[in-house]
């Protein structure tokens, strides 16, 4: 084989590897709030097969967006209180309410 298609052969593997692992990137976002009022500048950590897979911070308005490098269920934590999340290859909305130590999805 020559050289060329070697290494043509190589970019294409490297290429599709690369394609694969963004693929499985997953995201959520949505808006956090305790009654009528957002939840501000509040860590959210999401935990996945329990271990921290991302965290980030809720704006002034309550928003927040978080991405993992994989899909599949997960819990999202905010200060003391966690819920249920299923992530998704394409970008998910989840807007919660903080109920006590819960998170309800609106």
Do not use: H
């Not at 970019?11 to 956090?32: D, K, P, Q, R």
């Not at 959210?44 to 911070?57: D, F, R």
């Not at 209180?81 to 609106?106: C, H, I, M």
């Amino acid at each position: 084989m020559p050289k060329w298609a070697t290494t043509v052969k190589a970019v294409t593997v490297a290429a599709a590897l690369l394609v694969s692992g963004e693929a499985a990137a997953a995201t959520i976002y949505g808006m956090i709030q305790q009654g009528s009022q957002p939840i501000r500048n509040t860590p959210v950590v999401l935990i996945c097969g329990g271990a921290e897979a991302a965290k980030t911070t809720t704006d002034d308005r309550g928003n927040y967006r978080i991405t993992a490098a994989q899909t599949g269920s997960c819990k999202l934590q905010v200060g003391g209180a966690s819920g249920e999340v299923t992530l998704y290859q394409d970008p998910t909305r989840y807007n919660f309410d903080l109920v006590g130590t819960g998170l309800v999805r609106k």
